[in-house]
């Protein structure tokens, strides 16, 4: 009981932690100052996007060759081999993309940007901050966030792009399937809905992992053990909300537009 | 006492869960004074300062800032209020970061319109005036505890604050750094006629740079006055508080 308790009072303090960061940036919006600092954008924007590109291509690209040969192993049997792409296609487009991308960020730049906070919490910068009238949330939050939301739909996109090219390559090396073939059936079966539901989905993706990041280094308590307990129940609880996510909007999709 | 004080305290209760931190405490801080707040290591005085500074809010009670209480502001009038204040951290507080110029630099480029020149030049000469100028692109990991305290109190003054709340600004620092800091707090407050609640258990600073002094005790403000008045009080706390006597009312807590 008590844990239903604490998840709905954490899942309420990160709405709240939101409203006031937009009520920040709409303050700074009618001084007449950028909505969230721009130099602390393009460094979390180049942390999160550009740094996290060679973890989430190589492990989708291992993925999608290790889906495209397993299937194709069991399609094969059946004869239907030359239904790898399509597979492989609609699999990640749609949800292993996005999701093993979110999974990814909520690991590197979840524990990243709670362990970062939670020491200028501890170390009494935050409260400087807050304390100078600047704003904390909309200095310290709202880049984040805002890094994380732009690029996570960006890092599915190239996610998506390495899974393919991996499962091109295996399904030409073990179904003997041509590099041409492959991709023209992926573009003859791919809807714009099955491309657009990946972004949206990535796009919330984005905001989950840089809400409950940016929240629980803000809330740490306890000094340096406090930093390494918040990283760490900061990766477990943006994974895990993430994924549960992930389960609701995949319902809501086939229960609106597939039936 | 003067008829429009900058701060105000009135009968403040703030507590912890299940601990009192203050139980009562009012006070009233005219514009120049320097009013120093002394008590023991953990008797609430630095708290005192964060509810001054609307970062915590009273259990109970009123806390006043130029006539506004500050409970009732919204979180932007708030961050108004707090764009007068300046504050010294004990532990400086400084942006790890950011170099020092850019920890200067920061409330100027968030919360005015100068240019660059002149945010240059205003940070020349706030480390020019705490003798730090040469650490202009110095990491605050780089610099000791006491370069790290002027440059806090550099921050602290960049934007022409009208009150300033220093937490224990000489606290583990050597004597002649303290004398520094001490005649800073004094040359600086003068300079920009601002206003300083300074909060310290060193009765040698508190002495040097106080117009009014009090002292804080179990929660509550015990007595108020000029250096000479609490020097010569005769309060038994305070007497001992002063002179440090192990023999009182003020008891080891683990007696």
Known sequence: MNAIRHTFQAIGAIFWMLVHTGEEMGDAVRRRRPAFPLRVFHQQAYRVGVGSVPLVALVCFFVGLTIALLTGHQLRSFGQERMVPVLVAIAFTRELGPLMTGIMLAARIGAAYTAELGTMTVAEEVEALEGMGIGALRYLVSPRVLAAVVLTPCLAVVGNVFALVGAALISLWAFHMAWEFFFTTVLDTLLIRDLVFGVFKSLLFGVIVGAVSCYKGLAVTGGAAGVGTAATASVVTSITAVIGFDTVFNVMVVALFEK | ?255
């Open chain 2, 1 to 255: 006492m003067n008829e429009n004080p900058m701060v105000e305290l009135e009968d403040v209760y703030l507590d912890f869960g299940d601990q009192s931190v203050l139980e009562g405490t009012s006070l009233s801080v005219c514009p120049q004074e320097r009013f120093v707040i002394m008590g023991r290591s953990g008797s609430g005085k630095s708290t005192l300062l964060r509810l001054i500074l609307g970062i915590l809010q009273p259990t109970r009670g009123d806390v006043r800032f130029d006539g506004q209480s500050l409970a009732k502001l919204s979180r932007r009038k708030l961050n108004r209020v707090r764009r007068r204040v300046g504050m010294v951290y004990q532990y400086s507080a400084l942006i790890s970061s950011l170099t020092v110029a850019e920890n200067l630099a920061l409330p100027l480029t968030e919360l005015t319109r100068k240019s660059r020149n002149e945010i240059e030049t205003l940070i020349d000469e706030k480390l020019e005036m705490v003798g730090m100028k040469d650490m202009r692109q110095k990491m605050p990991a780089e610099l000791s505890g006491g370069m790290r305290k002027r440059i806090g109190l550099a921050r602290g003054i960049i934007l022409d604050p009208e009150l300033i709340l220093f937490d224990e600004p000489t606290a583990g620092l050597d004597p002649v750094i303290s004398s520094v800091i001490n005649e800073l707090i004094i040359e600086l407050t003068e300079k920009i006629h601002a206003t300083s609640i300074i909060v310290t258990h060193e009765m040698d600073s508190a002495f040097k740079v106080a117009t009014r002094m009090a002292m804080l005790y179990e929660g509550k403000l015990q007595i108020s006055g000029t250096p000479d008045e609490i020097r010569s009080s005769k309060d038994p706390v305070v007497a001992q508080f002063i002179s440090g006597d192990t023999t009182g009312p003020i008891q080891n807590e683990s007696s």
